[in-house]
């Protein structure tokens, strides 16, 4: 049967916490990781969820699962046909949590369980997202490196100061997961694209612990992956409700430049000096041809734009408030939780 979750189940009032663990070729480490999350959540006295996502597993990590949810109906199971990626597989678990706050974890008990207590305190000091930081890092410089050199980037690129955007171990409040679209590789992304859409986040040291079972995910491809995606959020959460912004605004640089060594060549040129053999000439021509068609496309996206933009693209509403909002305004309208005044 296929799995199918277009509309978000609404939260269920008693489940405090869904946990999202996608699984990739990690049979030994899942019943260790679910008897460490159920172990810290009745310590807590916390209703919860477990949905592990089987990312095309070939190790029969599925048949695991479904032994745990012989023992517990906590536990649910999303099975892929095939590996489709980390933010397909998170994708579907947020589609199916019901619960309150949603955390996601890797399955090669590298994160600790026993942080979860942290993470709700830093949600209820009033975060909306809060992400883990490996302060101590168990892994190989090849891994650790490039690491910090993706996380200074997204930084100066989006505004925001965490040390590690790319540590699995995280908690969402559940209104933040309804505005989040993931695929491809942008589950790298997460605090940027939701701080783009005005949520608050938060991060918080973590254990790091080393890895028991399997093998680590990580590629040289994941770093050109990664810096092709990081310029894709980036174009969609500065200038993706206003493409004529990017592109007009480079082509007026470069065209305005190309007309100015063409004012400069025409001047000389009418003082009888000859310009048809300098190099300067087909510059300029070139910049004004060039930074002409970088507007046009800006013209063109913004026409494409202004026929598919929905109201949910172009800003995030915490709450409504007042008879107006409940009577006038259309339902794509009210994308946050409606309050009476």
């Known amino acids: 049967m296929s799995y199918e979750a277009p509309i978000r189940p609404a939260v269920v009032p ?202 680590s995910k990580f590629g040289a491809k994941r770093l050109v992956k990664g810096a092709l995606d990081l310029l894709t959020v980036w174009l969609n959460t500065r200038y993706g409700s206003r493409p004529l912004h990017l592109f007009g605004g480079g082509g007026l640089l470069l065209s305005g430049l190309g007309i100015a060594i063409l004012a400069y060549l025409s001047t000389i040129w009418l003082f009888g000096y000859g310009i048809g053999n300098r190099p300067l000439l087909m510059l300029g021509m070139l910049l004004v041809l060039f930074g002409g068609q970088m507007i046009t496309v800006g013209l063109l996206g913004e026409l494409i734009l202004r026929r598919t933009i929905g109201e949910a693209d172009k800003y995030s509403i915490r709450d409504c408030s007042g008879a107006a909002f409940r009577r006038e305004f259309p339902v794509s309208v009210l994308a946050g939780p409606m309050i009476d005044a």
Not at 66 to 85: K, T
């Open 14 to 215: 008693s489940l405090e916490l869904s946990f999202v663990v996608p699984f990739f070729d990690e049979r030994e480490s899942l019943e260790i990781l679910y008897g460490e999350i159920v172990g810290n959540c009745d310590a807590l006295g916390k209703g919860f969820e477990i949905i592990f996502v089987d990312d095309g597993s070939r190790d029969g990590g599925a048949d695991v699962i479904r032994g745990l949810i012989e023992r517990d109906p906590r536990i649910s199971l999303i099975r892929f046909r095939r590996n489709f990626g980390k933010s397909a597989a998170l994708s579907a678990g947020f589609a199916a949590a019901r619960g309150r706050i949603v955390f996601s974890m890797d399955a090669d008990l590298q994160d600790n369980p026993s942080e979860i207590g942290n993470f709700l305190e830093a949600i209820d000091a009033g975060a909306d997202v809060v992400s883990g930081w490996k302060q101590v890092r168990n892994d190989p410089l090849d891994k650790t490196l490039p690491s910090r050199l993706f996380n200074g980037a997204v930084n100066k690129a989006f505004g925001l100061d965490l040390n590690d955007h790319n540590c699995g171990f995280k908690a969402y409040r559940r209104e933040a997961l309804d505005e989040l679209n993931l695929y491809g590789e942008l589950h790298r992304f997460v605090p940027a694209l939701l701080h783009a859409r005005g949520y608050r986040i938060g991060q918080i040291p973590v254990q790091h612990r080393a890895r028991q079972f399997g093998v």
